[in-house]
């Protein structure tokens, strides 16, 4: 399994899923789909939540979840996938 984990920016916290490329269920996560093929089991998009807030704590605060969440990948790199072909 690949996992990829996505990051909002400042002011565009929200949801897990909806409509903005970060969210499960985009279209950006649709096309991502079609376009990469992991080499073993499914592609998971994980978006990684926090504040939003601008300032120094919030984004430390967001860091300490993606630390988190990356500690439970174990790693992610491009010989896991491969573009899918037409």
């Known amino acids: 399994m690949t996992t990829i ?3 909002h920016g400042t002011f ?3 949801p897990e899923e909806g409509e903005n490329w970060w969210q499960k269920q985009s279209p ?3 096309r991502i789909k079609e376009l990469i093929e992991p080499q073993s089991g499914e592609l998971q998009w994980q978006p990684v939540i926090w504040d939003g807030a601008n300032s120094e704590n ?3 605060a967001g860091t300490l ?3 988190t969440m990356g500690s ?3 790693r992610v ?3 896991d996938f491969l573009p899918r072909r037409p």
Do not use: M
Request: glycine share 10%.
């Open 28 to 30: 950006f996560e649709a």
């Open 72 to 74: 439970c990948v174990q």
């Open 5 to 7: 984990l996505t990051v």
């Open 12 to 14: 565009a916290t929200g």
């Open 65 to 67: 979840d993606i630390g």
């Open 58 to 60: 919030s984004r430390r």
């Open 77 to 79: 790199c491009a010989e």
